[in-house]
């Protein structure tokens, strides 16, 4: 089956510095979403974007939805502790359908 | 509102032994569904409903059983549990709306861990 390509898979950080994750695909997606996992927890939803060169914040957090509908970018500003985690970007093909198409996933460490 | 439950949250079986995992949502979402999340593989959609009495095969289906006589609860079947099926399972709901514009977000339970031997 088909999975989104996500990089870095691990970052190591100080806090207060910016970060930067990016995900693309073979195929057009019509939504991107960007969820977040914290230890022992199921995902929650950070950002959705449904067109394409679309810039949503959602605090600190900035994404875009990429001009060719195959990529997807993340930023977060200013790292703070409770940042750590794994963060998944998702697609979705079809309107209505909830089938999510998943990314490998960017662990975010952040050095004391 | 409780939101998504799934029990247990740790389990051990050995090869061949059957289980059901449980997941229950009280925030009357007509759709569910199940992922598996393996190391270095994000999530993949094992099963998924649409509704009571409707159920669809997802990505990975292949070993797992699951049917939805009511919309609060949705359970997962290992039929002949194998080592492949080592995971963490992921039970999630939302609204569901056939042609609709725009995403319903879905809201995942906290995961159980299952360990096959």
């Known amino acids: 089956g088909q999975q989104l390509n996500q990089s870095p898979q691990s970052m190591f950080i100080q806090e207060g510095e910016d970060v930067s994750m990016n995900c693309t695909s073979s195929?057009?997606?019509?939504?991107w979403l960007w969820y977040k996992q914290d230890p022992g927890e199921g995902p929650v939803l950070l950002i959705a974007?449904?067109?394409?060169?679309e810039l949503t914040s959602n605090g600190r957090l900035t994404a875009q939805f990429g001009i060719t509908r195959k990529d997807s970018f993340l930023n977060i500003s200013a790292s703070i502790p409770s940042d750590v985690g794994i963060y998944f970007c998702?697609?979705?093909?079809?309107?209505?359908?909830?089938?999510?198409?998943f990314g490998t996933g960017t662990r975010l460490t952040i050095i004391p | 509102n409780a939101g998504v439950t799934q029990t247990p949250k740790f389990q051990v079986l050995k090869t061949g032994q059957s289980m059901t995992l449980q997941c229950a949502q009280d925030?009357?979402?007509?759709?569910m569904s199940w992922y598996r999340q393996d190391p270095g593989m994000g999530l993949r959609l094992i099963h998924y409903?649409?509704?009571?009495?409707?159920?669809d095969q997802g990505e990975v289906p292949n070993g797992y059983n699951v049917s939805r006589s009511t919309t609060e609860d949705f359970p997962l079947r290992l039929l002949s549990a194998a080592p492949s099926q080592t995971s963490v399972y992921f039970c999630?709901?939302?609204?569901?709306?056939?042609?609709?514009?725009?995403?319903?977000?879905?809201?995942f339970g906290p995961g159980t861990r299952l360990t096959v031997l």
């Open positions: 998702a697609g979705q093909i079809n309107f209505g359908n909830e089938k999510l198409t």
């Open positions: 974007l449904y067109k394409a060169g």
């Open positions: 409903s649409v509704g009571a009495g409707i159920t």
């Open positions: 925030m009357n979402h007509e759709y």
């Open positions: 999630a709901s939302s609204n569901y709306l056939a042609g609709g514009l725009s995403y319903n977000e879905q809201f």
């Open positions: 195929s057009i997606f019509n939504t």
